[in-house]
Structures are given as structure tokens and as C-alpha cells.
């Protein structure tokens, strides 16, 4: 079975008291309601990585830590930034790269998410890629198209032992946050079939069909387990119902129930 990603990011939020919280509950209700086929992992943001991926070393809890950008230069003049080598550094092991949100408010471009990508790769850090398309692109019956491109070239120059490496998350723009609507299952499963076909076409189909497809927006613990009925969804990338433990947990129970118990 392949392993069930389940995740969330922070975003700009929890101070460490409210991080350290948040790993309390996780030690105490994520024993009792994961599977070993899932597999955990949160993004803080930077200032709580080293707090988090300690915690959760220390209680042996087999989640895994991440943070949500890195700059792609090894070091140099670039003040406010931070490299992968400095996020190894921490404990963190994946790297969110290309949030819509550091798309649109940061303008970053997809060239800037491959030079990223690259230089996460070679710092032994799992870039996690994310794209998305626009309320308008939907609209105008573009979107498979526009995140097909703007996982095509994020992706671009990897070897097929570092793609083997990398996670992609759909994550429509217009699905995200407090105003988006989240994608039925059958939408997000058609985005994530033309996404796993791209993959396959340009990395060989054993390859593609390994490369971890996480879907994110509006993901919530009454639909969870919907999209993850979706043949190509391999995971879920969570925002604000993960932001309680408990209601990560919630929805790591309700998985474990669906999909690992019924399967003995
Ligand atoms: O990083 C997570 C995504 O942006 C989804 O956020 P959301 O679940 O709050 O819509």
C-alpha cells in the first residue's frame, strides 16, 4: 500500500507556546489513531521548526517537519532569506516551495520554484511543490493546462532519483482559506489523473505513479476521506482544520478507519 501523506501548514501562525501545544496533543491522541501506512508531517513557520522537529524526535512520534519557503543562493547577501542548508540545520526534512500565496504575494515564478527545488534536493531536503490554478483560469477552462506547466517546470532537470524525492500538492487558489470552496472530489481526482498522466509521460509510468499527489484547500474532517477515495490522491495538505491537534487528529482517525482498518 502506497503511504496516505497527511499534513498541514501553519502558515504564519503559533507562536512556540502555541506550537508547543499543539505537539502536546499530538503526543497524546496520534498513538492511538495512526496507521503506520500514514504518514504524518507539519510546517511551522521557521522560528518553530527546531522546537517541533526535537519534539516530536524526542517522543518518537513519526511525524515529519518541513518549512514553507527557503531561498534557492547557498548563502551571500540576501538579507531576510534563509537556505536549505540552514533549514537541514533545524530538523526539518521537507520544504514547501511555491505556495499560491508566495506566488501572489511574493511573485515568485515557476523559474524561481525549480532553481528552489534543486537546491532543497541538494541539501537532502523532500521539496513539496505546490500549484494551483486562478478562480478565473477555472473559469476559463484552463486549469489542467496551467498546473500541468507550473509542475512541468518546477520539476524541470530533476534525475529520476530526485523527482522520486519530490511531493506535489494541488492546491486550486480558488479552493484555499477562509473564502474558498473546496473542490468536490471528482474535480480535485480530474486535476490530479491529467497531473499523475503528465508525470508518467515525462518520467517513465513507474516513476510517475510513485510521485506523491497531495490535495489542499478547504480540506476539512467531513471531506477528507472523499478526495482520498480519488485514485490519484495520495495524501492531504491541510490548513486551518489542522491548526487544532484535535482536529488533525480527527481527521487522521477518520482515515485510519476508512482506509487501513477495512483493508484487514
Ligand atoms: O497550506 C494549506 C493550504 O493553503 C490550504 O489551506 P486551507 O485548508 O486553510 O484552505
Request: hydrophobic residues 40%.
Amino acid at each position: 500500500m502506497k503511504p496516505i501523506w497527511l499534513g498541514t501548514s501553519w502558515k504564519m501562525n503559533k507562536p512556540l507556546s502555541e506550537a508547543r501545544a499543539w505537539c502536546e496533543t499530538l503526543a497524546q491522541r496520534l498513538p492511538d489513531v495512526i496507521h503506520p501506512a500514514i504518514q504524518p508531517f507539519v510546517i511551522p513557520p521557521f522560528t518553530a521548526i527546531q522546537l517541533v522537529s526535537r519534539y516530536m524526535q524526542q517522543h518518537q512520534l513519526p511525524c515529519l517537519t518541513g518549512a514553507q519557503n527557503m531561498h534557492e543562493a547557498e548563502n551571500g547577501a540576501w538579507t531576510g532569506e534563509i537556505s536549505a542548508a540552514m533549514l537541514a540545520e533545524t530538523g526539518a526534512t521537507l520544504v514547501e516551495l511555491g505556495h499560491s500565496e508566495r506566488r501572489g504575494a511574493f511573485n515568485e515564478t515557476d523559474a524561481a520554484i525549480n532553481k528552489k527545488v534543486h537546491s532543497a534536493l541538494r541539501h537532502g531536503l523532500r521539496p513539496l511543490v505546490c500549484i494551483g490554478d486562478s478562480a478565473d483560469e477555472k473559469r476559463w477552462q484552463v486549469s489542467r493546462e496551467t498546473v500541468v506547466r507550473q509542475m512541468k517546470i518546477a520539476l524541470h532537470g530533476l534525475s529520476e532519483q530526485q523527482v522520486l524525492q519530490t511531493l506535489v500538492a494541488y492546491e486550486p487558489v480558488w479552493a484555499i482559506g477562509e473564502h474558498g470552496i473546496p473542490a468536490t472530489p471528482e474535480q480535485a481526482g480530474e486535476i490530479h489523473h491529467a497531473l499523475r498522466q503528465a508525470l508518467c509521460e515525462t518520467f517513465g509510468v513507474e516513476t510517475g505513479q510513485r510521485i506523491p499527489l497531495l490535495y489542499g484547500g478547504s480540506v476539512n474532517r467531513l471531506n477528507a476521506v472523499e478526495l482520498l477515495h480519488q485514485d490519484d490522491i495520495d495524501g492531504l495538505f491541510i490548513g486551518r482544520a489542522a491548526w487544532d491537534a484535535n482536529g488533525y487528529c480527527d481527521i487522521v482517525q477518520r482515515v485510519t478507519q476508512e482506509f487501513i482498518l477495512q483493508a484487514q
